[in-house]
């Protein structure tokens, strides 16, 4: 019987995590499967793109994965049970099981609303490709004057009020901040930023905590009403609770915990990468939850995998925190390094050129998961337990 490997959603972390599974490990011995809830590969890092109306290209995850021998099951997850090492899900054939050897959870986050009243009602977001829809189609419809108010200053809250603002300068866009703008950053970056958000006319509050979302306006901590058609809110993302409702150990965020090599500390037989994993980064912090991240964490899950089926040392990759690209608007950006305590450096990369190699950033992250086995070596890899390979052990 061969070793089912089954990898639960198809981002940035588990399609990458998939194709370099197939690239180098024997499909003789080895049955990949990806699980993820919609046909198409979702570029999360655009969604604020396609929220304001750019149109953006979708790939297939069928397109994605022909001729790689992995897999492709179009289903929701509902749950996993870690110890019978099943799946259910749930998809158009109706409800279903998946049984593993070993499992990959990669589900990735989506908002986090922090219960504040209002926000699941009335508030909108850019965290998946539905909601970002959804705030497209009422974005479209706002006329002249219209009124759209931010809540958050993190990367995502930044990326989203400035891509708006330059898209839609009939709009009046704001941006509400429980701190002060961009006060992690350098004070040149910082500086940039601030210069940024006039040229394109955003309203910024700070030290504004919003307590509560209505239909045409947000309530600040102090009472303050600020109008607002749309509130988009911004404020974080949180991971599914599947993973803490299977009995796996994870921590106050929801992420499951894992040691160096991204297994479970509670089950050997499941790992996790990607936002959903608790992972601590070489500076002793855990990693944010970014596409960085989430390379990291698949390459350190793919590469113990397949060294602990193949019998081979389990090597170390890199688990770094470099620093933010931060995009404003398709023309101006912020590139802040980080030093190992996650502090900003003083020097950082601004305006056309940071932009341009955003974009690239982007271009690559998208070109990497529509060539999932590039670089496909000529001999795969057995696994050591394999039917003619017996008495080889596996590494524990
Ligand atoms: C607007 C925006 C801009 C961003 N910009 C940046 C940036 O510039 N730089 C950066 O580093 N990060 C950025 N991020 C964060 C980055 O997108 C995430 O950290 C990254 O997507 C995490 O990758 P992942 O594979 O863990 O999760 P995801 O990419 O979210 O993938 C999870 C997958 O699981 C699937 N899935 C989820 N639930 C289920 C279920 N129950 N059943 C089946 N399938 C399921 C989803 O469909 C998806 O395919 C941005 C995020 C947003 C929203």
């Known amino acids: 019987m061969k070793h089912r490997i089954v990898v639960l959603g198809a981002g940035y972390a588990g399609a990458f995590a998939a194709g370099n599974l197939a690239r180098r490990l024997s499909p003789a011995d080895t049955e990949i499967t990806v699980v993820n809830a919609v046909p198409d590969f ?7 793109q396609l929220a304001i109306g ?11 994965f022909a001729g790689t021998g992995v897999r492709l099951r179009l289903a929701r997850v509902t749950g996993v049970d870690p110890e019978r090492r099943t799946v259910a899900v749930t998809g158009e054939d109706g409800d279903g099981e998946l049984a ?24 909108f977001d ?13 974005l479209a419809g706002l006329g002249e004057g219209g009124t759209v108010l931010v809540v958050g200053e993190g990367l995502t809250g930044i990326e989203t009020a400035t891509e708006f603002a330059e898209s839609r300068p009939d709009l009046s866009v704001a941006l509400a901040a429980r701190g002060e703008l961009g006060a992690w950053l350098s004070p040149k970056a910082r500086r940039h930023l601030r210069q940024a958000f006039d040229r394109l006319g955003i309203t910024v509050h700070e030290h504004t905590g919003i307590e509560a979302v209505e239909p045409t306006r947000a309530i600040a ?26 009995g796996l150990e994870v921590a106050e965020t929801g992420q499951i915990v894992v040691d160096r090599t991204m297994r479970s ?132």
Not at 42 to 48: A, G, I, N, S, Y
């Open 42 to 48: 979702v570029e999360r890092m655009r969604l604020h």
């Open 54 to 64: 750019q149109d953006l290209a979708f790939r297939k995850l069928a397109d994605v």
């Open 100 to 123: 593993y050897d070993t499992l990959l959870y990669a589900l990735g986050s989506s908002v986090a609303h922090h219960g504040v009243p209002g926000v699941a009602e009335y508030a």
């Open 126 to 138: 850019v965290t998946g490709r539905s909601s970002a829809l959804r705030l497209r189609e009422r």
């Open 221 to 246: 901590a102090d009472g303050t009403s600020i109008p607002a058609d749309v509130t988009v809110w911004s404020a974080g993302f949180a991971v599914h609770p599947i993973a803490a409702a299977s």
């Open 265 to 396: 500390v509670s089950h050997p037989d499941v790992y996790a990468a990607g936002d959903c994993a608790y992972a601590i980064g070489e500076n002793g912090r855990p990693l944010p939850m970014s596409c960085a991240s989430a390379g990291y964490t698949n390459m350190q899950a793919t590469a113990a995998i397949i060294a602990r089926l193949t019998g081979s040392k389990v090597p170390t990759t890199g688990l770094k925190y470099h620093g933010n690209h931060i995009s404003l608007g398709r023309r101006d950006a912020i590139f802040q390094m980080v030093d190992g305590d996650a502090r900003s450096k003083s020097w950082y990369l601004g305006g056309r050129t940071a932009a341009r190699l955003k974009s690239g950033v982007l271009k690559g992250a998208g070109w990497g998961i529509a060539h999932p086995t590039f670089g496909m070596p000529k001999r795969k890899r057995r696994l050591a337990t394999a039917p003619d390979r017996a008495g080889v052990k596996v590494a524990a």
